[in-house]
């Protein structure tokens, strides 16, 4: 199989027949060998009956309904861990984003890259409620991760499965997906994608999935800076513990020597036992994590490392 496309499906019945019509029509002007995986997010509308027809009426629709509304993440994974193309292609139901768009991402993977990213540079969404926390994230997102992408929240993207099928997706971690990429080694690269007017439904985004990217950021760094070494980060945090503590306890002697004050007049002696409490808790921490990383990888026979090509092998 060439090309597969998997678009997440939550409340978009109204959206569905179009949506389905303008891709049959750009990837039929590609190649004939191609699927697209429609997954139902635990709709509450006739999303499912709308995909079933398409199903009857074109083998190459294929739908998969989900027991419930598992989130975004979780639909994109049940489409992406079916899907047999090369080359995956993610998108949104709700036709903002454009088919007309998957060509040039394609010639885009032609010149080398592994992952094509869609930037949604002219956006049709409101100012307060979408664009300017979706700036602040993708800045912030960019500099964390390292991979420096205007439009992480725009679902348009086109994959090298390989990449894509290499990365294990968990809780809302799809906008990461280019970042995790980068850390098996991909090359990335991002174009301009147009980006419509909703016609239909209602958006599910806003402030507050915005601000779970915090949580989603610490959860990205650690595992793909400390996956295989988790103590490089507890240690760290250990000894920052141990150095406050000893600050303190140097502090305190230092008052109780001049006679500045006593142990007792101060919060410092409670603090210093406070810091090197918390220090040897990270230090354990960091020990029993290194115990579960090396059962994680060995009890699977996981490597710690992608090869990318061999010769005479």
Not at 38 to 43: L, P, Q, Y
Not at 222 to 250: C, D, E, N, V
Not at 275 to 287: A, H, K, R
Request: aromatic share 10%; net charge neutral; with cysteine.
């Amino acid at each position: 199989m060439k090309f597969s496309i998997v678009i997440p499906v939550y409340n978009e019945a109204e959206n569905l027949r179009p949506l389905a019509e303008a891709l049959a029509r750009v990837l039929n002007s590609l190649t004939s060998d191609w699927e697209c995986f429609f997954v139902d997010d635990g709709s509450l509308d006739q999303s499912y009956a709308e995909l079933r027809e398409l199903a009857h009426s074109e083998v190459r629709f294929k739908a998969v309904r989900l027991q419930r509304n598992y989130g975004q993440t979780a639909a994109i994974a049940a489409g992406v861990e079916r899907a047999r193309g090369e080359i995956i292609i993610l998108m949104d139901a709700d036709l903002q984003n454009d088919p007309e768009d998957i060509p040039r991402m394609l010639q885009k993977l032609d010149e080398g890259f592994d992952i094509v990213s869609g930037w949604r540079r002219k956006r049709h969404d409101e100012f307060f409620k979408r664009l300017l926390p979706s700036w602040l994230a993708n800045a912030l997102i960019s500099r964390v991760t390292g991979v420096k992408l205007h439009d992480y929240g725009c679902t348009l993207k086109a994959y090298r499965a390989e990449f894509l099928k290499g990365i294990e997706l968990y809780g809302e971690m799809h906008r990461f997906l280019p970042a995790y990429g980068a850390s098996l080694g991909a090359r990335i690269a991002e174009i301009e994608v147009r980006h419509h007017p909703r016609r239909h439904g209602v958006s599910k985004y806003g402030l507050g999935r915005t601000l779970l990217v915090l949580v989603d950021l610490l959860v990205f760094r650690f595992i793909t800076q400390y996956a295989t070494k988790p103590m490089h980060f507890f240690g760290r945090a250990a000894t920052w513990m141990a150095g406050l503590g000893t600050a303190t306890a140097l502090l305190a002697v230092y008052f109780k020597v001049t006679g500045e004050k006593d142990f007792v007049e101060t919060p410092l002696p409670l603090l210093t036992a406070f810091f090197l409490l918390v220090g040897l808790q990270f230090l354990l921490m960091g020990l029993l994590a290194e115990v579960i990383t090396r059962t994680w990888h060995e009890s699977q026979g996981k490597q710690i490392y992608r090869i990318r090509e061999t010769m005479n092998i």
